[in-house]
T-cell receptor
């Protein structure tokens, strides 16, 4: 069964600090995709990053970076030099590879508050 | 290009009533999925439709049903509403062209309140 766990319920940081959001996943599929989404108070899910299961290369995109480790089934997300606008709920999600469209399994979210 | 649209934006119903939520996918997308997001939780998968056929169903009671129309738009119906059905209902569409990965695009959601 697929499962995504975000152990951190709430995090508060002071502006300009770095913050890492943790995500651990479970799946039996050998091909899968991992995501991070941001959900501001308006409610719309904003896509941030996607990673597929056969590419463990970690990258940096602007102030965002991620650490994907298959050996520990973790997909952690880091925001560097946090800003007040980063305050939101962040969801980690797992998606299987399906030709008819990909069903998402979401974690329970981590609420990030950036204090000015 | 227009993104995924959902209507209505907000809805207030009372227990026992019926509700219909609507979703229009991105033009050319043939797959639509519905998710329920209860306050403080992550979205939970309800249904997936592809080419007007149900291709996936989450762990929801039979009070929840959906359908997809020839133009690929979709409706989510919930009968005999309960207080616990109060949630943000998200629709996502995908073009489902790839044999492996198909990007999903989420709509803004419909916020349903059941009193």
């Amino acid at each position: 069964a697929q499962k995504v766990t975000q152990a951190q319920t709430e995090i508060s940081v002071v502006e300009k600090e770095d913050v890492t959001l943790d995500c651990v996943y479970e799946t039996r599929d050998t091909t899968y995709y991992l995501f991070w989404y941001k959900q501001p108070p308006s409610g719309e899910l904003v896509f941030l990053i996607r990673r597929n299961s056969f590419d463990e290369q970690n990258e940096i995109s602007g102030r965002y970076s991620w650490n994907f480790q298959k050996s520990t089934s973790s997909f952690n997300f880091t925001i560097t030099a946090s800003q007040v606008v980063d305050s939101a709920v962040y969801f980690c999600a797992l998606s299987e590879a399906r030709v008819t469209g990909n069903q998402f399994y979401f974690g329970t979210g981590t609420s990030l508050t950036v204090i000015p | 290009d227009a993104g995924v649209t959902q209507s209505p934006t907000h809805l207030i119903k009372t227990r026992g009533q019926h509700v219909t939520l609507r979703c229009s996918p991105i033009s050319g997308h043939k797959s639509v999925s519905w998710y329920q997001q209860v306050l403080g939780q992550g979205p939970q998968f309800i249904f997936q439709y592809y080419e007007k056929e149900e291709r996936g169903r989450g762990n929801f009671p039979d009070r929840f049903s959906a359908r997809q129309f020839p133009n690929y738009s979709s409706e989510l119906n919930v009968n005999a509403l309960l207080l616990g059905d109060s949630a943000l209902y998200l629709c996502a569409s995908s073009d489902a062209r790839s044999l492996t990965y198909n990007e999903q695009f989420f709509g803004p959601g419909t916020r349903l309140t059941v009193l």
